[in-house]
């Protein structure tokens, strides 16, 4: 039927209509606009969560450091007021630990030296720090296991920077920290035994390993993408 041929009401009527539907139409139009802008932002809020998260991780990691820092001043202090002159006490006197000197550990420490300082995922540089690590890694192979502040006065040095070298070496997943706070021990792990004894499958720049285990991260959250909406969904 032809709009000229309806009756006046009517097509006001159905005027009306059109009108409405195109003002919803519009409407909806910009809901769906505002709808795809608040998914951006929740995109931006979530992965600002993961940050947050990571840096949490992190902070929890460094507390743990200090905690061992605090626990091995203190029991530095501890040895230093019982010996007399307040000299302290030398590896040799720790009971059931192999006290022996660098030529007698029966390793090549300077190659062990080498492929640390080549090792995947290794950024440090320092030759003197990271010949101390391989120390460490050396003393836990011998003795198996060892109590923080026989490490350290074994390997020769002091409560706050053991803590760094044994936490580098925690990241690299080859030596772990075993029981409580202040009467764990660290212990080399199975990679580090590979390590020492050459049987880690690091083959050099271009390989093609991959990178050691470290520290357990969590999962990242998943982040949908949003959806865009066009004419026909409306």
Do not use: C
Not at 2 to 29: F, W
């Amino acid at each position: 039927m032809d709009n000229h041929n309806m009756p006046e009401n009517q097509q006001q009527k159905l005027e009306n209509q059109q009108s409405l539907i195109r003002q919803l139409t519009q409407e909806n139009e910009e809901l769906y606009h505002q709808f795809n802008h608040l998914m951006i932002r929740n995109n931006k809020l979530l992965k600002r969560i993961d940050d947050l998260q990571k840096i949490i991780d992190d902070l929890h990691l460094r507390v743990e450091e200090l905690q061992l820092i605090s626990n091995n001043q203190l029991q530095l202090n501890d040895r230093l007021r019982r010996v007399p002159g307040g000299k302290e006490v030398s590896g040799a006197a720790l009971p059931g630990v192999v006290a022996a000197d660098e030529q007698s550990l029966d390793l090549d420490l300077e190659q062990l030296y080498i492929r640390w300082k080549s090792y995947p995922g290794q950024v440090a540089q320092n030759a003197p720090n990271l010949r101390k690590q391989v120390l460490m890694l050396a003393y836990l192979y011998r003795n198996g296991s060892l109590r923080a502040n026989e490490l350290f006065q074994l390997t020769g040095v002091g409560g706050v920077t053991g803590a760094r070298y044994v936490s580098s070496l925690k990241r690299f997943g080859l030596i772990a920290f075993n029981g409580a706070r202040k009467k764990g021990h660290y212990s080399i792990t199975p990679q580090g035994i590979q390590f020492i004894e050459g049987k880690d499958e690091y083959r050099g720049p271009g390989g093609g390993v991959s990178m050691p285990a470290g520290i357990p991260v969590k999962h990242a959250l998943r982040i949908p993408d949003p959806t865009l909406m066009d004419g026909d969904d409306l």
